[in-house]
């Protein structure tokens, strides 16, 4: 019986301990491998611009491996945005991000019908609250045309009052945008590396890269899943793309500043209420708290910037949270009856410069993809091919996919012809969002298939709506059994 | 052209009950759409006593009270859709529903929205800290470990002292999870005696005057910083939070669409008969208001079906004239029925029911016009029952809007 029990002792300590032996393994060289093959590149991260990347060069005839450390895909800053696609009116002149933005949102509206996508066209409205901000509003509309965004204009109070009612009559005036849109942000990114998948990338998943070595051919990337050999490498890594530059290159380039952005949702009965994005008069540091509608039928209030050492803590704090909802009161009154659905925060990886920090080391074959502060949604696909085209500059080529396959986005959005719309749905198992148990199955057993609650929400929305899981939460713990790295519930013996 | 005399959304006990009460009245086509894949209602996952002394005049558990109400519904000829989901009320009864072979419309002649209640969730409340898995409603530990023979942590801590937070005790004891604490903001435990005694013979220890600070935690629930009544700030060691009560109506189909809803009960507006904007609809049981038993919901139900049944026989007064009842006071959480039409019709709700956000000693009067119409003693606490009597307001009130508040005792 003794040894029996130190048995399984030591069993434990090694489950334990697993990780660092795997680690220590692979630095002494018996490491296990991940894949045999010699890709052409390795994209490290897979949030939305990783993705983005993945699916670039994919089609553009290269073979990719992504490698991300989460149990799922968008699980760092790509995880909690505003969900708008932007036209880049108030980005930086000359930027690399304004023509990345725009590069992005024509790429988006290109592919938007083949893949499935949504694009909800709200159009914004910049508002003026004071006689400060309504002087502004000429120069944001001068810039914006300077840009190339040339259908922005300026509407007085009335007009804006005619076209959103519900917006407080303290708004002086506005400048439109109609071009801003509402799409959905995980769909979008999901789709871009499933097209990447189907056409031959192959995905990593729960596979942190720790090291890594360039021989002048190729490198050889050491992650806790084992190594992988790939010609070039490009760092996706969003919020520690510096400690990746830093460990595999040896100099990071630039340093993350984490900037945490906190979000309010009100309940779908409130998206009624606004027609446009109503966005601030940006400042100096931040484009400001937006009112938004999402394309799942609500309405949002946030974010919130501010700046923290931590690259993981997306808490959110109840005096925030109360401001935010203040502040949408004061910009939509309605808003005081409407009980709140969510709430939630995410870190955008801003960096030590207002600007994208996107560079090419040629002498050892790596690219650098980091500090997409705040606009990695409408920038990612800009982004990637801005990425490529610095790839083909090291003298890199391939022959583009001649035919490539085209997958299916998932249809989260309200308005769209849902799962539950369809004949022969089965059973809702999320009644607030109206999720489908089938919806649920594919996200947990497709090609990438959700390991924890937080990605299945981003595939299917369960447990996202006004109830948060008070209905549904029992069904799905039946329904993950086993799939998830860390089950929401244990089984009960029948003693 | 209807489908059906009356669909009633929700099969618990008020749904249950008011189906069953309008077949007796001889409605001849009533369907109960539930949207789980079984009918009964929170009852269903209640897994211990006490539930049906008042309807079946014995004491069972919630899951076997469940089984006799949708059996004797059964009984009465209600017809019960399952797995069926109302995503749309428009006006004048018709139902858009989505069901395992598709979307459909149903047309009725009256429509009860009997959806009931939830608790608050943690976003709602605005809890500050990690956003972490381990923070579940009692409903949702109640379905996990009773309907799904599951538990989600070991050691949580339990916020809240209503009835409800009692309950989640006895579940944890089911499942063989033992709450660390039990945690209530205000200086009392908001349920009345004896349940006060109960953590204490739990084992579970219970501080009263102490608010959630913040949760901690990295992927889990790691544990939960709490302030007591002194400013002591402490940290919890623990692998869950229970966030228990703070009911609110499940009223999403009245505030998506085109019914009014009181942002004080969180439910639709009502006049006496449980009649809302659109008199095609009507609502009972815990959509009316936060929160009841499920013996006072299924009572309720049984009156609802009754007025519903005479209203489709053309007995039911008018809408109009009616005047609004509401509360302006701090103290006062709401008032429902909040219209109360004018008629010699002396039926409806015998009551209009109260909740007081805090304790309250002194009088509770009825103003019209900033005049003083009405008044009596009160003296309750949060969640407890309050009552006025609807003609005595409506016989008070001359045809004028009414607002109730506190008047403190002068010295």
């Known amino acids: ?495 | 052209m209807s489908d059906v005399d009356v669909a009633i959304i929700g099969g618990g006990p008020a749904g249950l009950a008011a189906a069953s009460a309008l077949k007796s009245a001889g409605v001849e086509r009533v369907v109960v759409l539930e949207r789980e894949a079984e009918a009964g209602g929170i009852p269903r996952h209640c897994g211990h006593p006490p539930f049906g002394l008042r309807e079946f005049n014995r004491i069972m558990t919630g899951p076997t009270y469940a089984e006799r109400l949708v059996a004797s519904a059964q009984t009465a000829g209600v017809e019960i859709r399952t797995l069926t989901t109302v995503v749309e009320a428009r006006a004048q009864g018709k139902l858009r529903l989505a069901t395992p072979t598709g979307v459909t419309e149903l047309n009725a002649k009256r429509v009860i929205l009997a959806t009931g209640v939830r608790e608050t969730p943690r976003s709602a409340r605005l809890v500050s800290g990690a956003r972490v898995s381990g923070v579940l409603n009692t409903g949702a530990l109640q379905s996990m470990v009773y309907l799904k023979n599951r538990r989600p942590f070991q050691r949580p801590v339990i916020f809240g002292s209503e009835l409800v937070a009692f309950s989640a005790i006895l579940t944890c004891r089911h499942a063989r999870i033992r709450p660390i604490a039990m945690i209530e903001a205000n200086k009392h435990v908001t349920a009345r005696w004896p349940c006060a005694l109960f953590p204490r013979l739990a084992g579970v220890a219970l501080h009263t005057g102490t608010r959630l600070v913040e949760i901690l935690g990295d992927t889990k629930v790691e544990g939960v910083v709490v302030e007591d009544a002194k400013g002591q700030i402490s940290r919890l060691e623990c692998d869950g939070v229970i966030l228990s009560g703070q009911f609110t109506p499940e009223a999403a189909l009245a505030r998506s669409g085109h019914l009014l809803v009181d942002p004080a009960t969180g439910g639709p507006q009502v006049d006496q008969w449980g009649r809302l904007s659109d008199p095609t609809y009507f609502a009972t049981g815990n959509v009316l208001r936060p929160v009841e038993t499920a013996g006072w919901s299924w009572s309720e139900g049984g009156r609802t079906g009754q007025w519903v049944a005479r209203d489709l026989a053309g007995l039911l007064p008018e809408s109009e004239p009616s005047v609004r009842v509401s509360v302006n006071d701090h103290r006062l959480r709401f008032a429902m029925p909040q219209n109360i039409v004018l008629s010699q019709d002396v039926g409806g709700m015998r009551d209009i029911q109260l909740r007081v956000a805090q304790h309250v000693d002194g009088d509770l009067i009825a103003e019209c016009d900033g005049k003083k119409i009405w008044g009596r003693k009160l003296r309750a606490g949060p969640e407890q029952r309050v009552l006025v009597q609807t003609h005595e307001i409506a016989a008070a009130c001359a045809g004028r809007d009414v607002a109730l508040r506190i008047s403190e005792p002068a010295d």
Request: glycine share 10%; with cysteine.
């Open chain 1, 1 to 495: 019986m003794v040894t029996k029990s130190t048995k399984v002792v030591s069993k434990r300590s090694i489950i334990g301990h697993g990780l660092s032996i795997l680690l220590q393994r692979s630095t002494e060289n018996f490491a296990s491998v991940l894949d045999q093959s010699l890709f052409d590149v390795v994209v490290i991260g897979a949030g939305v611009v990783g993705c983005a990347v993945a699916r670039r060069f994919t089609l553009e005839g290269a073979r990719v491996a992504v490698l991300e450390k989460g149990t799922d895909i968008l699980d760092g800053a790509s995880k909690a945005n505003s969900a708008i696609l932007h036209t880049g009116f108030d980005a930086p002149e000359g930027s690399l991000e304004l023509a990345c933005i725009r590069d992005g949102y024509a790429e988006y509206q290109a592919i938007r019908d083949s893949l499935g996508l949504v694009q909800d066209n709200a159009g914004a409205y910049v508002v003026a609250w004071t006689q400060d901000e309504l002087r502004n509003l000429e120069s944001i509309k001068a810039k914006a045309h300077l840009k190339g965004v040339t259908d922005v204009a300026l509407v007085d109070a009335e007009t804006l009052g005619a076209w959103e009612p519900n917006l407080s009559r303290n708004a002086l005036g506005a400048v439109h945008v109609p071009g801003e849109s509402l799409i959905d942000p995980w769909s979008a990114p999901y789709v871009y590396l499933r097209q990447a998948m189907e056409n031959g990338a192959k995905v990593f998943t729960s596979c942190e890269v720790a090291e890594g070595t360039f021989d002048g051919e190729e490198w050889r990337v050491v992650t806790t899943k084992g190594t992988l050999r790939a010609r070039h490498v490009i760092n996706c890594a969003g919020l520690y793309g510096d400690v990746v530059n830093r460990a595999l290159l040896g100099a990071a380039q630039f340093e993350i500043k984490p900037r945490k952005g906190q979000f309010v949702v009100f309940d779908k009965a409130a998206s009624d209420l606004v027609s446009a994005i109503i966005l601030p008069v940006p400042s100096e540091t931040t484009k400001g708290i937006v009112v938004f509608r999402t394309v799942f039928g609500n309405l949002a209030v946030g974010p919130t910037a501010e700046e923290q050492d931590s690259r993981t803590d997306a808490s959110t704090d109840d005096e925030t949270l109360k401001a935010l909802i203040a502040d949408g009161i004061a910009k939509i009154p309605a808003l005081k009856d409407m009980p709140i659905t969510a709430t939630y925060a995410g870190l955008r990886p801003a960096s030590d410069q207002k600007e994208y920090r996107v560079s090419a080391t040629s002498e050892q074959n790596w690219i650098t993809v980091g500090g997409i502060r705040s606009t990695g949604l409408s920038g990612a696909l800009g982004i990637a091919r801005h990425v490529y085209g610095l790839y083909e500059k090291m003298g890199a080529s391939h022959d583009k996919l001649p035919d490539p396959v085209v997958p299916k986005a998932n249809m989260l959005s309200e308005a769209g012809p849902r799962d539950w719309k369809q004949d022969g749905a089965g059973e809702v198992v999320c009644h607030c969002e109206l999720v489908t148990r089938r919806e649920i199955e594919t996200a947990l057993h497709g090609p990438l298939p959700a390991r924890s609650l937080a990605g299945l929400k981003r595939q299917t929305r369960a447990t996202m709506g006004r109830c948060q899981g008070f209905y549904c939460s029992a069904r799905l713990a039946e329904l993950t059994d086993g799939c998830f790295v860390s089950a929401m519930a244990e089984r009960l013996s029948h003693e």
